[in-house]
């Protein structure tokens, strides 16, 4: 709340506290209380119209694979190798029934680095049989990415969760070199995908 939204609330419930105590004039009572109910409608209003809308993240899914049954590796099903992209995609795949380690996607763009994907600083989810994660890009237009998907165990998990919350708390995002990546993370999958706009400054 702005300090001036702030003042005309306290001014309006000093004027309607006034109203409803002062007892001697019942027309100045009736005035002072009706001015304060008025500020602080006023001021209710302001604050309601001058908070920041929050910004939600939109995404694309994009091209998709049918899925062959028995599943019997880990996949991407989307987007599919090849596909030209959007800044914000829904990463899509499918796992083994007896899987049991945490799924990474990893973008590796033309600066030969590697950044996790995630919702927040999570692995991605994984529910029946099927996993996503939603997947951002920060390039310029037909930059080429590798899309590669990672099983992780346990303490690869932790160190890409941990480097992920560096990163937004210093909001630097610097990219992993290769000799980085923890021996607990294993690479499974991989595609190439061409962003089909620039992505550079996309929130």
Not at 50 to 72: A, H, M, R, S
Not at 83 to 99: S, W
Request: hydrophobic share 40%.
């Amino acid at each position: 709340m702005s300090t001036g939204t702030l003042i005309i609330v306290i001014i309006g419930a000093l004027c309607l506290l006034f109203g409803i105590l002062y007892t001697k004039k019942s027309t100045l009572r009736v005035a002072v209380g009706l001015i304060g109910a008025i500020l602080l409608i006023y001021g209710g209003y302001t604050y309601g119209n001058i908070q920041p809308v929050p910004q939600i993240e939109t995404f694309d899914v994009g091209n998709k694979l049918k899925v062959t049954y028995p599943v019997k590796a880990v996949q991407v099903l989307s987007p599919v190798d090849g596909d030209t992209i959007k800044c914000r995609i829904l990463t899509l795949g499918v796992y083994p029934e007896a899987h049991d380690k945490d799924i990474w996607v990893l973008l590796e763009p033309s600066d030969e680095k590697f950044y996790p994907q995630s919702d927040d600083t999570n692995t991605s989810y994984k529910e029946d049989g099927q996993w996503q994660v939603v997947t951002r890009f920060g390039g310029d237009e037909g930059e080429t990415y590798h899309l590669i998907v990672y099983e992780a165990d346990d303490s690869a998990s932790a160190f890409f969760s941990e480097t992920i919350a560096k990163w937004k708390a210093a909001n630097d995002y610097v990219g992993l070199e290769l000799d980085e990546i923890p021996e607990g993370a294993v690479e499974i999958d991989r595609i190439k995908v061409t962003l089909g706009r620039d992505c550079r400054g996309v929130h």
